[in-house]
């Protein structure tokens, strides 16, 4: 991946990496999960509203919460470390499906944080199809985002 200043890019410079010793796992450990091919990100915000009477019926905000979901789909790749922990998770429950993950931008800079592990599809498809792979990074507390 290369750090670029400026400018536009290409969203294959994303890089999401993903611990497969979960969150018991050392920063080291994380892993890149092979074959995904697209990514979204659904953010959740938290907004209080009030209308006090100075405001004139006017509403005011403050975002007092937040979380995330990063949605990867892709290709399900036997022997691939990342892949197959995640793919693993479709049959976990609990503790089993938190985990930490590294979400690395083309500008160098990162996100990292723990996830809770939701496989939305382990592998189906129509049977010319090449298996998929679905999953959700659910955020689990306070992200750390570092620039570069």
């Not at 007092?64 to 790749?77: A, D, E, Q, V, Y």
Request: charged residues 20%.
């Amino acid at each position: 991946m290369s750090v670029r200043s400026s400018g536009v890019f290409p969203v294959f410079e994303n890089v999401f990496k993903i611990n497969p010793n979960g969150r018991t796992g050392e920063p080291d450990d994380l892993v890149p999960i092979a074959e995904m091919e697209t990514f979204s990100v659904e953010m959740d915000g938290q907004v209080q509203e009030w209308t006090p009477m100075d405001a004139e019926g006017w509403v005011k905000r403050m975002m007092t919460g937040k979380g995330f979901t990063i949605k990867l789909s892709g290709k399900r790749c036997i022997g691939d470390p990342g892949n197959d922990y995640v793919a693993r998770c479709a049959w976990m429950t609990g503790s089993s499906c938190d985990s930490t993950y590294e979400w690395g931008f083309p500008n160098g800079d990162k996100l990292t944080g723990d996830c809770v592990v939701n496989v939305t599809n382990p592998g189906t498809g129509d049977a010319v199809d090449v298996g998929a792979l679905e999953i959700e990074l659910m955020s689990h507390g306070k992200p750390t985002y570092t620039q570069q």
